[in-house]
């Protein structure tokens, strides 16, 4: 069964920069458009990015259009978002996610903190 893993987050200044990845084991990701989600505390979770199987389609959150960047390997099974010029309403947990049988599959999230 696919699982997912994400990493990267963590406290960073408004205006710098951060690289979160999110690693597939169990299955490969080949087939499957991927996505980075995020929620904050007290909101919804939000869907900001995703990409497709190839990899050579994304589509981004007006939010983060333009700030973020996604990518995927699917060679070594791995789905990286990088994220500059972030703010403080950029403060989430973030999590990847992808397909599955019974429904979306999630990894358990990375924290990421803005502030200075």
């Known amino acids: 069964q696919l699982q997912l893993v994400e990493s990267g987050g963590g406290l960073v200044q408004p205006g710098g920069s951060l690289r979160l990845s999110c690693a597939a084991s169990?299955?490969?990701?080949?087939?499957?458009a991927i996505w980075w989600f995020r929620q904050a505390p007290g909101k919804e979770r939000e869907g900001i990015s995703?990409?497709?199987?190839?990899?050579?389609?994304?589509n981004y959150a007006d939010s983060v259009k333009g700030r973020f960047t996604i990518t995927r390997d699917n060679g070594k099974n791995t789905l990286d978002l990088q994220m500059s010029s972030l703010k403080p309403e950029d403060t989430a947990m973030y999590y990847c996610s992808a397909p599955g049988d019974a429904g979306p599959i999630w990894g358990q999230g990375t924290q990421v903190t803005v502030s200075s």
């Open positions: 169990g299955e490969g990701l080949d087939y499957d």
């Open positions: 995703c990409i497709s199987a190839s990899g050579s389609n994304a």
